[in-house]
């Protein structure tokens, strides 16, 4: 018999993230603030609940998907939350690029209910979510993770077990915002210094991408980079994280540069 699972947060990420549970055949309650989303996941077969803590009561496995890490923890520790409504043995996996440091203090609070939990945040945007093919970076005991593998290859293509504590799952997604912040930072900034110049912005994007520059990252070919049709995959914010999101403990520099942070808002507002 399949596992019980449950998802919480039904946005952007999270709705065709539990569509793909739904679709491999896992029972599947859902809950999220607002409830379209939810009465959609409904009609194909999945369980609306009212509060987190119902989730959690009919779940084995329970996901989060949500904005930001004080809305995990008021989801998983607040009045009706998760851990009202969790049995011994059950796991939560975050799927939200949150806070690694907020993670490994939530994990412990539900260990003593004996509840496992995993920070699994993702890259691959929406796209990656429709189609399955996610990057999961996850966090947490190998046991726990090597037992909610199956579920998580429903989600991703590539998933890396980061570590054994809770929260380096988080570390490597801000690895990643890194890279990410920069190379489309630096691709930006190539192409207005383009458009400046008088260059046909497709013929640089077009030259660029035979290269070993930035406009080799995947979509960034496309003639929507070049002609400013641009459809957001992501949250402008994720790109340029500030102190709440990052460790406090040894040298860990901005994802971008003051000035390349300010450049990159700017540039989002001109777009």
């Known amino acids: 018999m399949r596992q019980r699972l449950g998802f919480i947060g039904l946005g952007l990420m999270g709705k065709p993230m539990a569509l793909r549970l739904l679709a491999a055949g896992y029972p599947l309650a859902v809950h999220n603030r607002s409830q379209p ?52 043995g059950s796991v939560v996996i975050d799927m939200t690029s949150g806070n690694p440091e907020v993670s490994a203090r939530l994990a412990a609070r539900l260990q003593q209910h004996q ?8 890259s691959g945007a929406d796209v990656g979510a429709r189609e399955g093919t996610l990057a999961i970076m996850v966090g947490g005991p190998r046991a726990t993770f090597e037992a909610c593998r199956p579920l998580l290859e429903v989600l991703g293509r590539t998933i890396v077990h980061a570590g054994e504590q809770v929260g380096m799952g988080g570390h490597m997604k801000l690895a990643n915002q890194i890279l990410v912040a920069t190379t489309l930072a630096g691709m930006a900034e190539a192409l207005v210094y383009s458009a400046k110049a008088g260059l046909d912005p497709a013929q640089v994007v077009q030259a660029l991408s035979a290269g070993p520059g930035a406009l080799r990252r995947p979509g960034a070919q496309s003639p929507q980079s070049a002609g400013r049709r641009l459809h957001a995959g992501g949250q402008s914010r994720l790109a340029a994280q500030g102190p709440a999101s990052r460790p406090r403990h040894g040298p860990c520099p901005e994802p971008l540069p003051a000035g390349h942070r300010a450049g990159h808002r700017a540039l989002l507002r001109r777009a």
């Open 115 to 122: 509840v496992a939990m995993l920070d699994a945040p993702v």
């Open 37 to 88: 989303p939810v009465r959609e996941l409904a009609a194909r077969g999945a369980t609306p609940c009212a509060s987190p803590r119902e989730v959690a009561a009919q779940s084995e496995v329970i996901f989060t998907m949500l904005p930001d890490a004080p809305d995990v923890e008021r989801v998983l520790l607040g009045p009706q939350g998760v851990i009202e409504g969790a049995r011994p």
